[in-house]
């Protein structure tokens, strides 16, 4: 069974703080993305990597994928409050199975 | 480009009772998901659909749990009879085929009384 784990699960942060989500699997996944949920709505895509060592970024938010396609981060600097929201990784098997980590939800105080 | 649709947004019924739910993927999505979500928690798959096959159902509890999607387009997930435990959100999603991507409707948030 293919498996993510996020960590940390809850994040309670101040406004200005940086942080860091990590994701990790024992599996390769051809792909992985990262997914935020606001209340009351469904997930929204963030970003899609796909090519091991692959970093990109989006305004404050820096996503890789690691080496071996096995793991991956967010890092989020300066956080807002408007940052708030449950964090999800989630990854396609070769089989086209996407797969959900258990989310990281965060919380950003002004 | 109109985005996954999903009715009813909200139902609360009692145990013992039935209850579907509908979804409308995006236009030229082959592939459509549903999933459970409890609250805090990650989305867990409960079926995967390729057009108006169903791929991937090993985590629909078939007992009680099931699903359609007849002309490879809309789809609807049905629970009977419904027990307390069934309580979360159910979300539907759809992709292009061969595409990770997926675009989700909004849930539908059951709660079972």
């Known amino acids: 069974t293919q498996l993510l784990e996020q960590s940390p699960q809850f994040l309670s942060i101040q406004e200005g703080e940086n942080l860091t989500v990590y994701c990790n699997s024992s599996?390769?996944?051809?792909?992985l993305q990262w997914y935020r949920q606001e209340p009351g709505e469904g997930p929204v895509l963030l970003v899609t990597?796909?090519?091991?060592?692959e970093v990109k970024k989006l305004k404050r938010l820096t996503f890789q994928f690691g080496d071996a396609r096995k793991d991956s981060s967010l890092h989020i600097t300066a956080a807002q409050p408007g940052d708030t929201g449950l964090y999800l990784c989630?990854?396609?098997?070769?089989?086209?199975?996407?797969?959900f980590g258990q989310g990281t939800t965060l919380q950003v105080k002004p | 480009e109109a985005g996954v649709v999903q009715s009813p947004r909200y139902k609360i019924i009692e145990k013992k009772q039935p209850v579907a739910f509908w979804c409308n993927p995006i236009?030229?999505?082959?592939?459509l998901y549903w999933y459970r979500q409890n609250l805090g928690q990650g989305p867990e798959l409960l079926i995967r659909y390729e057009n108006e096959e169903a791929v991937d159902d090993s985590q629909l509890p078939k007992d009680r749990f099931s699903a359609e999607r007849l002309k490879g387009v809309d789809s609807t997930l049905k629970i009977q009879p419904a027990e307390l435990g069934d309580s979360a959100v159910y979300l539907c999603?759809?992709?292009?085929?061969?595409?990770?991507?997926?675009?989700f409707g909004q849930g539908t948030r059951l709660t079972v009384v």
């Open positions: 599996s390769v996944f051809s792909s």
């Open positions: 989630a990854a396609s098997s070769n089989t086209g199975k996407l797969i």
């Open positions: 999603a759809s992709s292009r085929m061969g595409q990770a991507e997926a675009f």
């Open positions: 236009s030229g999505h082959n592939t």
């Open positions: 990597v796909v090519t091991g060592g």
